[in-house]
């Protein structure tokens, strides 16, 4: 593929005859985020977004609980379908490089309607995982200090959202700071376990769980199937890349390499400990019970154990900043592209001058964040799951129809199998939804209905006006030369 030169800080396009923009014709130039990352600060922010410390620590308990030793392996399947799924968002992302991520790439290709479900799907995911992340901060300072889980929470979310108003090169740094501490407290959690082993590799492949009184129980290829869209949830932050896409420099050569460099990096930190964990867990009930900070003070002492909760607790507030940021840019995409009333489209669309930051948006996302912390949340964890597992597969759609009429001669990074992947990816994912449970399915559909409805009353009707999808004209892909084949970048 043949490089186009980048900029430093995006220009306003020019005004399109289709759409008002946010405030309907007010202005005269779309607002647009300034262009300051390249793939080390975009892989820093986008791994810490998959935060793999906090998923670790947090969210692998409750697999442990249910799966038994068969989390690696559950982790392991998914990181699979997560490499196909990487390859789509690889290939959208360099070909609709828009801070909309899932719902710019997928109503470009396949409408608008599905752009919009899209987009509810990808706000239940960054509007509730947030606050369960920071749920679990309390618990990993309690070494130190003993807090209120929910006010530390809704703190943590308070903090995030301040630093989400900062420069975006600025919080690429700092995150990459906690970042450090993340994968330190993962290798000594990693390198503890394996020098206590307890049972031998061939659980991971045959897994059990404690079945109580000494006895096991086999895990069924259902159970892991199951486990799968929690395990996609594990492995999810990889695509904060594409909602990166606009303050990217040279985003079709960079947003790909951000994917699949965080993918590969986040799954190892993740993996490799949860494999050390089931081998070295003193007994199939302490694994289920998912105390890995008891685990690491058994296995060494309370210093180390101490340092270890502190790291987790840093884990969790770098999520949150970044969770923030991203959930930011959705909210400022969907306001740019006219998803809501005028006047919320004008203070949604706003863009800070001293830092280029969409400061109202993050104010939308971040204050009812904090708010959410004292809200019984855990019944929504699978709802998550099952919202993720829809959401790759729209994305998945969206690659199968990439490649015709005008996109078909744009540059963009391709991937490799094309469409054999996107298509066996589709019927996995699809499977995968088939066995979850009733009620997170209900939940879900019932939210996608009420946006198909909001979609056919309010949009629809102002469809010249409103929820006309934008990518930033000075970075839509251009149309392929002919000596310059579609090869990856």
Request: aromatic share 8%; net charge negative.
């Amino acid at each position: 593929m043949t490089d186009m030169p980048s900029t430093s800080v995006a220009t306003a396009a020019p005004e399109r005859d289709t759409r008002s923009s946010a405030a309907e014709g007010d202005a005269a130039k779309a607002p647009q985020l300034t262009r300051s990352i390249g793939v080390v600060g975009g892989t820093l922010l986008t791994l810490s977004c998959l935060t793999p410390a906090s998923s670790l620590f947090v969210i692998v308990p409750d697999s442990f609980a249910g799966l038994g030793t068969g989390t690696a392996l559950t982790i392991a399947i998914a990181g699979l379908l997560c490499i196909g799924v990487a390859f789509t968002y690889s290939e959208l992302g360099t070909l609709i490089p828009s801070s909309g991520g899932e719902y710019a790439m997928v109503g470009t290709l396949m409408g608008r309607l599905a752009g919009w479900l899209v987009f509810i799907l990808s706000l239940i995911v960054v509007m509730i995982v947030p606050p369960i992340i920071a749920l679990g901060t309390a618990d990993y300072l309690a070494p130190v200090i003993h807090l209120d889980p929910q006010y530390t929470a809704a703190a943590v979310m308070l903090l995030a959202t301040a630093m989400g108003l900062l420069d975006l090169r600025a919080n690429a740094w700092i995150t990459g700071i906690f970042l450090v501490l993340e994968v330190v407290a993962c290798a000594v959690v990693a390198f503890l376990g394996f020098s206590h082993t307890q049972r031998s590799a061939s659980v991971l492949i045959h897994p059990v769980v404690d079945a109580g009184h000494g006895h096991t129980t086999a895990v069924t290829a259902g159970l892991i199937v199951t486990g799968l869209a929690t395990a996609l949830f594990i492995l999810q932050g990889f695509s904060t890349a594409v909602y990166l896409a606009e303050e990217m420099d040279n985003p079709r050569r960079n947003v790909s390499r951000t994917v699949l460099w965080t993918l590969a990096i986040g799954a190892a930190v993740v993996l490799i400990p949860v494999v050390a964990i089931t081998l070295g867990a003193p007994d199939l009930k302490t694994l289920g019970a998912g105390d890995i900070a008891g685990m690491v003070q058994q296995w060494s002492n309370s210093g180390v154990g101490t340092f270890v909760s502190l790291c987790i607790a840093l884990a969790i507030i770098n999520a949150a900043i970044v969770m923030v940021i991203q959930n930011s840019r959705v909210v400022f995409s969907s306001a740019r592209d006219a998803a809501w009333p005028t006047a919320v489209n004008r203070v949604f669309s706003h863009v800070g001058r001293r830092f280029g930051s969409p400061w109202a948006a993050t104010l939308a996302v971040g204050v009812p964040g904090a708010a959410l912390c004292f809200v019984n949340l855990d019944t929504l964890s699978e709802v998550t799951g099952v919202a993720v597992a829809a959401m790759y597969a729209f994305v998945a759609l969206g690659a199968l129809v990439s490649r015709r009429g005008e996109h078909k001669h744009k540059l963009a990074w391709r991937m490799p199998l094309w469409p054999a992947v996107p298509a066996l990816l589709i019927v996995v994912l699809a499977w995968v939804l088939y066995q979850q449970s009733v009620q997170s399915l209900v939940i879900t559909g019932g939210i996608v209905v009420v946006a198909a409805l909001y979609w056919a009353v309010y949009l629809r009707p102002r469809q010249d006006t409103h929820w006309v999808i934008s990518v930033p004209e000075d970075e839509q892909a251009p149309v392929e030369q002919p000596e310059a084949a579609s090869a990856p970048a």
